[in-house]
T-cell receptor, first 115, second 111 residues
Framework: ETGVTQSPTHLIKTRGQQVTLRCSSQ?????VSWYQQALGQGPQFIFQ???????GRGNFPPRFSGLQFPNYSSELNVNALELDDSALYLC??????????????FGPGTRLTVL | GQNIDQPTEMTATEGAIVQINCTYQ??????LFWYQQHAGEAPTFLSY????GLEEKGRFSSFLSRSKGYSYLLLKELQMKDSASYLC????????????FGAGTRLAVHP
């Protein structure tokens, strides 16, 4: 059984650019959530995908968007990057949406720096 | 909205016991998680409480009081490798399994 993987590990972009981050969920998990973690803060929920559809969104603007594919892997896209978007982006997968008590397992994250 | 509060930093001595507290608003509550996060790494699951009381798992125990909106993580026989941030989080959004995290408590264990 493989864990949650994310790519790339690190990324440097300039303001105004667009970025795509990728996540492969743990084997058998059909729910993927994305979080943004600024330095010294806890992760903040961006959105969640279940069976290829967005299923819940946090307080993030529309320039943050995502996709989930039939194999349950997922992408996070951020357009018009701003300096404040610099953060660690974490992907978490869980087994089943319907069980709200389900444990989420996190990937190693992508460190995004916006200059 | 739901707020989660925990102390910013704590220090403790190797071999000692430390208790990290977490308080939260009770509306929409669906259980409470504790995660450990070493610097530069992903959070890793430690415990989940959905019922009141203490749950013990080796050197780590977690307590929950739903009526008081209060939880704590108890770490016994502290080791240097326990130096990390400890995050409490609740799935508050009515079944979406969306986690709302506190800012984390940075624990430094000294010899």
């Amino acid at each position: 059984e493989t864990g949650v993987t994310q790519s790339p590990t690190h990324l440097i972009k300039t303001r105004g650019q667009q970025v795509t981050l990728r996540c492969s969920s743990q084997s058998g998990h059909n729910t993927v959530s994305w979080y943004q973690q600024a330095l010294g803060q806890g992760p903040q929920f961006i959105f969640q995908y279940y069976r290829e559809e967005e299923n819940g969104r946090g307080n993030f603007p529309p320039r943050f968007s995502g996709l989930q594919f039939p194999n349950y892997s997922s992408e996070l896209n951020v357009n018009a990057l701003e300096l404040d978007d610099s953060a660690l982006y974490l992907c978490a997968s869980s087994l089943e949406l319907s069980r709200s008590t389900d444990t989420q397992y996190f990937g190693p994250g992508t460190r995004l720096t916006v200059l | 909205g739901q707020n989660i509060d925990q102390p910013t930093e704590m220090t403790a001595t190797e071999g000692a016991i430390v208790q990290i507290n977490c308080t939260y608003q009770t509306s929409g509550f669906n259980g409470l998680f504790w995660y450990q996060q070493h610097a530069g790494e992903a959070p890793t699951f430690l415990s989940y409480n959905v019922l009141d009381g203490l749950e013990e798992k080796g050197r780590f125990s977690s307590f929950l009081s739903r009526s008081k909106g209060y939880s704590y993580l108890l770490l016994k026989e502290l080791q240097m490798k326990d130096s990390a941030s400890y995050l409490c989080a609740g799935p508050f959004s009515g079944g979406y399994n969306k986690l709302i995290f506190g800012a984390g408590t940075r624990l430094a264990v000294h010899p």
